[in-house]
């Protein structure tokens, strides 16, 4: 089956701790991109990335890491800087203009 | 700065009526209109998209209204069924979308039966 995954489903954080959320996708697609839900606020952009070793920032990249040394895999750390992380994560990826497809999300909460 | 408008907040809708979902826009580079559709806790799917040259395009039960001079797009669903509840967003881009999507706040829609 091709598709975007994401792992794990629900992640726990506590104070002062990094965190990293997991994307990978089976769909031969160049880029990658990372959105925060929070209720009632749409999704936002994070970061993403058009090409393997290479990314930018999106609106909201404070707090936020990524890396892109496979084209499968664009994981995301959720640093300590971060002082709002609870929220609903997605990934998504596209073959560049056109489409994004979205993966199942991981939920952060922060004990 | 919100470049994207959505309205409205919550709609309830009886079914085998029309809901009507509104978005406007300030950029006018943007390019990409995509609406998404999302139930709790699930990720967004793609149910239509359109670009400026067009004013309509339908599939199916769901069709965009697009307005370019006055910066608003909309999307019609007929024929409403409780299946179609959910969280509705829209969406916008330049250059189709591979620097991201700039969402709507979204549109939680109840079909009652």
């Known amino acids: 089956d091709g598709g975007i995954t994401q792992s794990p489903k629900y992640l726990f954080r506590k104070e002062g701790q990094n965190v990293t959320l997991s994307c990978e996708q089976n769909?031969?697609?160049?880029?990658m991109y990372w959105y925060r839900q929070d209720p009632g606020q749409g999704l936002r952009l994070i970061y993403y990335s058009q090409i393997v070793n290479d990314f930018q920032k999106g609106d909201i990249a404070e707090g936020y890491s990524v890396s892109r040394e496979k084209k499968e895999s664009f994981p995301l750390t959720v640093t300590s800087a971060q002082k709002n992380p609870t929220a609903f994560y997605l990934c998504a990826s596209s073959m560049g203009a056109g489409t994004q497809y979205f993966g199942p999300g991981t939920r952060l909460l922060v004990l | 700065q919100q470049q994207v408008k959505q309205s409205p907040q919550s709609l309830i809708v009886q079914k085998g009526g029309i809901s009507i979902i509104n978005c406007a826009y300030e950029n006018t580079a943007f390019d990409y209109f995509p609406w998404y559709q999302q139930f709790p806790g699930k990720g967004p799917a793609l149910l239509i998209a359109i670009r400026p040259d067009v004013s309509e395009k339908k599939e199916g039960r769901f069709t965009i209204s697009f307005n370019k001079s006055a910066k608003q797009f909309s999307l019609h669903i007929m024929d409403s069924q409780p299946g179609d509840s959910a969280t509705y967003f829209c969406?916008?881009?330049?250059?189709?979308?591979?620097?991201?999507?700039?969402f709507g706040k979204g549109t939680h829609l109840i079909i009652q039966p």
């Open positions: 969406a916008a881009s330049i250059g189709g979308g591979a620097d991201g999507l700039t």
């Open positions: 769909l031969n697609h160049d880029a």
